[in-house]
């Protein structure tokens, strides 16, 4: 297969990512080779304190083993560059508490949804913060320790 299409398509999609400030969207990232890193609660907290560093007013967000999944009202900072220093900076954080250098910790990219006007902020709040439930990581949200909604 001819791989200029993977190229050509990946540009397509950085090309049509909206990011103007007061659009909320869905982000999605993941570790490398969905290395469960956030099992561990050190490095899952340490990203936590860089989303909240970069992105104070978020409106959800799970830190899954893997992934991350982050519903946020944009601002002044584009997408690219909110995510491009969320990534950034969480691996350069856990890499000095683990006392590694150079070890990458996140993929390359990320999904993102920007939401539409019709869509409910809330009920994606709430579909958010139950991914640990539907993945069977515990059977009350009230029990997984990485998540906060605005509204819960």
């Not at 001819?2 to 950085?14: E, K, M, P, Q, V």
């Not at 290395?35 to 907290?45: C, E, G, I, T, Y």
């Not at 949804?113 to 139950?130: G, I, S």
Request: proline residues 5%; contains cysteine.
């Amino acid at each position: 297969m001819d791989s200029s299409l993977f190229t050509h398509r990946g540009h397509a999609l950085r090309r049509g990512r909206i990011s103007e400030p007061g659009r909320a969207c869905l982000l999605t990232t993941v570790t490398r080779n969905r290395s469960p890193v956030f099992l561990d609660w050190q490095p899952a907290r340490l990203l936590v304190g860089e989303m909240r560093r970069l992105h104070d007013e978020s409106q959800a967000w799970v830190v899954m083993p893997d992934h991350l999944h982050w519903l946020v009202q944009l601002e002044s900072l584009p997408l690219q560059a909110l995510m491009q220093r969320l990534k950034s900076r969480s691996a350069i954080a856990i890499d000095r508490a683990a006392g590694n250098a150079g070890n990458r910790l996140w993929q390359k990219g990320f999904h993102d949804h920007a939401l539409r006007q019709e869509e409910d902020l809330a009920a994606v709040a709430r579909y958010v913060v139950a991914n640990p439930l539907r993945a069977g990581l515990v059977t009350r949200i009230g029990d997984y320790p990485h998540w906060d909604a605005i509204w819960l």
